[in-house]
């Protein structure tokens, strides 16, 4: 009977694991051929693998503009979507997001310390933003850490901590930016417009290797759900994973802040949904999590690009009207969503 029950469960699993590959693949078409410039779904698929197209406009679009553009909303959406995850794991706390931290405050404070100082277009923003990300993430973890142990009440406060000191700090450099305060702002609601291949290279390059390491982490963090002394008792170093699942975390966040502006609530909602659907076992959550967070941002970036063409509402503004309404209905039900994740 009880193993009537796992197959069951795993055959459910697995069929919302592979509905979810399907929706992000469709996502990545369906965002490539739809813009500005609607381009039939043949069109993209002639140009995609034969690279061919005697509508050279088309060809120009699909490979100079929108395969970069959705391709790094593919990988930040995984990346903010799997932190989400990560950070809810070993928090134990469903309302948990990456931004917990600090890192989105440490790379806002980047990207308008070097417009405040009129520096902006000499060293590029994303460089500033990535760097000061990781100096947040490092004052968090110093100040969390307890004799080499890292509490997780400590690193909510540490990070609660820093991230209002860097969110004053951004608020100082706005004030002083005069006429330059709309690239900050424009900066600060996060966006996908002007990403090439160049910075698809970078980002596909960094955040790679952190997806798949995290993949392995499924059964430890399964283990540290049920509480730290339980873990320990079947042979997880907790300490030791919730360092690395933190290092983690703060690297991914770090290089999609640094390319996109902070966007929000992603790491918040993705995990939930998935969730719902494949219950709260991290061997299946993470992968699930890559490609429905894939397809959201995707399908949001897709929203942004069209609600107002040929005008484009930044996406920021878009995922936080989704994740308002849904962070409180979180709030509301936490009581009933603590069983799916302890």
């Known amino acids: ?25 469709l996502s990545i078409f369906l965002g490539i051929s739809i813009g500005c410039v609607d381009i039939p779904l043949n069109a993209v698929w002639e140009i995609i693998f034969n690279h061919y197209s005697e509508n050279r406009v088309y060809l120009v679009i ?33 309302l948990a997001s990456p931004y917990v931290l600090g890192l989105s405050s440490g790379a806002a404070f980047g990207a308008a310390l070097l417009v405040a100082l009129d520096l902006w277009l000499i060293i590029p923003i994303p460089l500033s933003a990535f760097v000061f990300s ?22 909510i406060l540490a990070g609660m901590a820093v991230a209002a000191f860097f969110s004053a700090m951004t608020s100082f450099m706005m004030y002083l930016a005069g006429e330059k305060l709309e690239v900050i702002v424009f900066w600060l609601m996060g966006g996908l417009y002007g990403l090439s291949w160049d910075e698809l290279k970078v980002v596909m390059i960094g955040i790679t290797p952190l997806l798949i390491l995290s993949l392995f982490l499924g059964k430890d963090l399964n283990a540290m759900m049920l509480g730290d002394d339980v873990a320990k008792s079947l042979g997880v170093e907790v300490d030791k994973i919730r360092k690395l699942t933190i290092v983690i975390v703060s690297l991914m ?22 969730r719902f659907l494949i219950g709260s076992d991290n061997r299946f959550l993470i992968p699930a999590s890559i490609f429905f967070g894939g397809s959201f941002l995707v399908l949001t970036d897709l929203l942004a690009r069209t609600l107002m063409r040929p005008a484009e509402i930044p996406i920021g503004i878009i995922t936080s009207l989704f994740g308002v309404p849904f962070f409180i209905y979180l709030l509301k039900r936490r009581k009933g969503l603590m069983k799916y994740v302890a």
């Not at 503009?65 to 950070?87: E, N, W, Y």
């Not at 990781?134 to 690193?155: C, K, M, N, V």
């Not at 290089?255 to 996109?260: E, G, R």
């Open 253 to 274: 966040v770090a290089i999609c802040v640094a390319y996109t502006g902070p966007i929000g609530f992603v790491g918040l909602m993705v995990p939930h949904m998935v």
């Open 62 to 94: 699909i490979w100079e503009i929108r395969i970069p553009r959705v391709l790094i909303a593919a990988f930040v959406g995984a990346a903010l979507a799997v932190s989400g995850c990560l950070i809810q794991s070993i928090l134990r706390n469903p």
């Open 134 to 155: 990781i100096i947040a993430f490092l004052i968090t973890y110093r100040i969390a850490l307890e004799d080499g142990r890292l509490p997780i009440s400590s690193l």
């Open 1 to 25: 009977m009880v193993l009537e029950v796992y197959r069951e469960k795993l055959r459910r699993r697995m069929f919302f694991l592979v509905l979810l590959i399907g929706i992000f693949f």
